[in-house]
């Protein structure tokens, strides 16, 4: 796991890829303490199917997370823009 997740480099959160559907039925059918394990560890064990909706998850996290950052960016600047147009109208 300190191979792949790196504090402060890596996402904290990893994907165990399992190419097959029925082998990841398996692990999670009869092997509880490997699927509890790699909870644990910050590590989610997807098949074929989920990894894709996964990917998509992230993405979306991701894009809502830069999307509340920008937001903070135009909020100082209208911000800025409205103390401008005080000024100016004082001036006027």
Known sequence: QER???PGETQDTAFM???SETV???IHERFEEVV???YRARVV???PSLLMLSIQVM???LRDARLREQAH???EEVMSLMEDLG????RV
Do not use: H
């Open 59 to 61: 993405q979306a996290v």
């Open 36 to 38: 509890q394990r790699a």
């Open 17 to 19: 890829f399992v190419p």
């Open 73 to 75: 960016v135009i909020q």
């Open 45 to 47: 064990i997807v098949s």
């Open 24 to 26: 990841f039925a398996e």
């Open 4 to 6: 792949y997740l790196t």
């Open 87 to 90: 000024r100016l109208d004082e």
